[in-house]
Every structure is written in structure tokens, then in C-alpha cells.
């Protein structure tokens, strides 16, 4: 099976890189079932990459239903050591304006009905997630977006993404109190991939697409699927291309992470010999 060591995942309105060559769709089976979708395989800024549509490239699967461990382990399968989020969010704060680009540090966990672990029916594991981006990945991802000097967009490094279960947006309710927590985005996909990005060893970061002021933001409508539709075909074009320079970065001077190593001390459970 073909490798690459950098894969991307991509939300809303990302389903297709142009600028991927040599392009190639794999099925990956899994223990956990089959990923979203096909794995695409082709080569950006002349390196081999993995991407797959979360949410399916018809955007078929809700936030509750997607195969999280599927997709991680399908990477991981293909030799998959950096993994780029790019995700559609909300913002929870006035100076992250719609088409705004975050970059965030941490994650509340407010989802219910998620499994976010690979382990589990006879193995115990515990990763420690007290940063659960990876630092470096995190800051070339920044660095992409500041030197591609983007129209309409501000970068913002750093910030906290609460993760909803959904499928419907925040009440006003929920909305204000996110924003009493300082958290700083929100959307309702990320939180699962990055605790499984972390168990397969994996680095991870967010790239955060805002497309909308959540609904506490008194002199803007309320969320709908327009508004939000709307500003993710506006953000598509320009977060391929911080990708694909963050692709470029990432290839050139690949960094060790700690997350490479995350399962040294995890996994309490001791082995059995073999039979």
C-alpha cells in the first residue's frame, strides 16, 4: 500500500485540494470499519500526502456519526506521522471575525455520544493530553497563514475550541456561557480526532476556519446553514492554501514531536506472553 507521512483531514467545503497531482483513491479497511470516505492519495508541493473528507465528499455523515477511530487508524495505516485538521467553527469572541483563521492551543470536551479511544475491552491506556496540539505542528500551520499575507483574513495563534455535540448549533444560553469560560471557537469535530491522533502517535493540529459569530453576538443574525455555507466556499481557497504551504514547511524540516512517542509510559495493562 502506498505511504505518506503527512495526512489531512477536511471539513466543510475542503473536499477537493486542486492543487494535489497524481491523484489516487484508496480503500482502507479497518478494525473499527470503513473510514468517511476513500483515502486520497496525490502529491503536494511534491510530497506524498493522505487526505480524506470527513464528513464523506457528499457531506453525508453528521458530527455524531463519523467513524473517528476508522478515519485515525486509516491514516495511521499509511504511515501517517503529522495530521492537519482543517475545520469549519464558530467564533466566541468579537476580534475573531468570520474568515478569521485560528490556530488554537486546547479543547473543552462537550460532546456525549463520542468514542475517542482505541482502547478499552481488556487493554487500559491513559495518554496524557494536558497540550493536546502538537506545538510544532501547531506553529508551522501559524507561520503558513502569516506569510501567505492573506486578504480578508487575521491569524490568530492560540485560543481554546469547545467541542458540541450537535447537529444544531449552540442556544444563546450555551453561547454565553462558553464565552464566560474564555474559550474562543467552537465546533463539533476536532476533539475526538486529536485524543486519537494522540493514542496512535500521531502529532496534531487545528487549522480553524470561523465562519460565524455562534449566536451571542447581539448586532449579527443568528447562525443558519447560509451564513454558513456562504463563508466556506469564501475560506475554501485560501486554507488549501495555507496548507499546502504548511505542506511545503513540513516536508522540508519534518520535527519530532512528543506525541510520537505518546504511548511509551500509556498503556498499563502488561503484556501476556505468547502462547
Known amino acids: 500500500m502506498a505511504q505518506a507521512t503527512i495526512g489531512i483531514i477536511g471539513g466543510s467545503g475542503l473536499y477537493k485540494m486542486e492543487a494535489l497531482q497524481d491523484v489516487q483513491e484508496i480503500q482502507v479497511d479497518t478494525p473499527f470499519g470503513k473510514p468517511s470516505d476513500a483515502l486520497i492519495l496525490g502529491t503536494l508541493e511534491g510530497t506524498q500526502v493522505a487526505f480524506l473528507a470527513r464528513h464523506g465528499r457528499h457531506h453525508h455523515l453528521l458530527p455524531t456519526e463519523l467513524p473517528f477511530r476508522a478515519n485515525v487508524y486509516a491514516m495511521k495505516s499509511l504511515g501517517v506521522q503529522y495530521l492537519i485538521s482543517a475545520s469549519a467553527v464558530g467564533s466566541l469572541k468579537a476580534e475573531v471575525k468570520p474568515l478569521d483563521m485560528v490556530v488554537p492551543d486546547q479543547f473543552i470536551d462537550r ?3 463520542r468514542v475517542s479511544s482505541f482502547f478499552g475491552e481488556g487493554i487500559a491506556a491513559h495518554i496524557a493530553f494536558g497540550d493536546p496540539i502538537c506545538p510544532k505542528l ?13 486578504p480578508e483574513v487575521t491569524l490568530h495563534h492560540g485560543g481554546t475550541y469547545i467541542c458540541m455535540e450537535g447537529p444544531a ?10 464565552r464566560s469560560w474564555g474559550a474562543t471557537i467552537i465546533g463539533m469535530t476536532n476533539l475526538p480526532e486529536a485524543k486519537l491522533a494522540r493514542e496512535a502517535e500521531m502529532a496534531y493540529a487545528t487549522l480553524a476556519l470561523v465562519t460565524d459569530y455562534d449566536c451571542w453576538h447581539p448586532d ?6 447560509e451564513m454558513v455555507v456562504g463563508n466556506l466556499h469564501r475560506n475554501a481557497s485560501n486554507a488549501q492554501k495555507v496548507i499546502q504551504e504548511a505542506v511545503r ?7 519530532s514531536s512528543d506525541a510520537h512517542s505518546a504511548l511509551k509510559y500509556a498503556i498499563l495493562t502488561p503484556r501476556r506472553p505468547c502462547p
Open 220 to 225: 449579527h443574525d443568528q447562525v443558519s446553514v
Open 111 to 113: 460532546t456525549r455520544n
Open 249 to 255: 514547511r513540513l516536508s522540508q524540516n519534518p520535527p
Open 169 to 178: 448549533f449552540s442556544t444563546k444560553a450555551e453561547s454565553h456561557l462558553y
Open 138 to 150: 501547531a506553529a508551522i500551520l501559524a507561520e503558513s497563514v502569516a506569510s501567505l499575507n492573506l
